[in-house]
């Protein structure tokens, strides 16, 4: 190498810290939280360490007329968004957006795993359950008849909605709805969970507005109580052999499919969205007094920010790969 390209070498190798620095830092995936409160989107990207609002920049739209954000499905670098103001998605973790449809009051989107090659989404609204075929550009009502949609589940090609009148399944993309079935209290269901293999295994678990866990067996036909107690459970989570339900008051974990039910802590506030995207140890719980850490499974809880806020939804980019199994459409 000659002197002068040895020269300009070290002089490149000198700045390359400085260069680094001053060079815009990537997201980083893997320590990205996405919350949704009244007021809009907020993202953290250390692990909740720190929160920041999300608006959208251009190129692309604001989210000033999202209004509250109840929706969040991260599906790689695409971020499906839902709240008041409609369906917004994002191909890049956020950072600039475009509108799908205005549809109001949107309480649960739900794409297809694969949406480049199965433009179908689902959404959960207040007025009910609507089907898109266009990656949710333009949406249509389905034919079930019930209200207050507020979480959607797609194992494939089994499609669970939980709404105003109970939990309803269907097979067939909306054709026909089977449920809320026999044993069920006819209430909201606020929360619901499934087998890993619930085609083959149709077990599920439902929380009713009227307080309590309640088990079917048979895809939704009949349901009997398994607890924990009568307190309303906001959501529930299950992780391999670890069944987990957000009551009102406390936190409780079942390690016999719900038969038996151990009060592990306190909640610190109202839940919305029960958390554990690393395998049941670490986990998040978004309430109405913010964002919640635990590091031991739920015995313990520390503040993970946005304090004081109505925290109504909280998902992680990557989508957590779930250690029971469970796969999707």
Same mark, same amino acid.
């Given at each position: 190498m000659s002197g002068r390209r040895r020269s300009s070498a070290l002089a490149f190798l000198a700045l390359l810290p400085w260069l680094v620095a001053a060079a815009p830092q990537p997201v980083v995936p893997s320590l990205m939280l996405f919350a949704g409160t009244p007021e809009g989107l907020w993202r953290s990207s250390d692990w909740g360490q720190s929160w920041d609002r999300v +608006? #959208? *920049? +251009?190129p692309g739209v604001t989210l000033d007329g999202l209004g509250a954000a109840r929706a969040l499905r991260p599906l790689g670098p695409q971020v499906w968004l839902g709240g008041e103001g409609g369906v917004f998605l994002s191909d890049d973790w956020g950072e600039t957006w475009a509108q799908l449809s205005p549809t109001p009051g949107v309480n649960a989107v739900l794409p297809s795993r694969w949406p480049h090659s199965d433009p179908t989404v689902y959404l959960g609204t207040k007025a009910g359950l609507l089907r898109s075929e266009? &990656? #949710?550009? +333009?949406v249509a009502p389905t034919k079930l008849a019930c209200p207050g949609v507020r979480r959607l589940d797609w194992p494939g090609p089994a499609l669970a909605i939980a709404c105003d009148r109970g939990l309803f399944v269907t097979s067939d993309g909306g054709e026909r709805f089977t449920g809320p079935g026999s044993g069920l209290p006819e209430a909201p269901v606020l929360a619901f969970v499934l087998s890993s293999y619930f085609g083959a295994d149709p077990v599920a678990f439902a929380a009713p507005r009227t307080g309590g866990v309640y088990r079917t067996s048979d895809g939704g036909a009949s349901w009997r109580? $398994? &607890?924990?107690?009568?307190e309303p459970v906001f959501d529930l989570l299950w992780i391999g052999r670890f069944l987990y339900a957000a009551g009102e008051n406390a936190l409780y974990r079942s390690e016999d499919v719900g038969e038996h039910w151990k009060r592990l802590s306190a909640v610190p506030? *109202?839940?919305?969205?029960?958390?554990f995207p690393l395998g049941g140890i670490e986990g998040f719980l978004a309430t109405d007094r913010g964002i919640f850490r635990t590091p031991d499974a739920g015995e313990h809880w520390e503040a %993970? &920010?946005? %304090? #004081?806020?109505? $925290?109504?939804e909280i998902a992680t980019f990557p989508p957590p790969e779930e250690p029971s199994g469970k796969r999707r459409r």
């Open positions: +608006t #959208g *920049r +251009t266009d &990656g #949710g550009h +333009t109580p $398994v &607890g924990p107690s009568d506030g *109202r839940p919305a969205r029960l958390l %993970a &920010g946005l %304090a #004081g806020q109505d $925290v109504l």
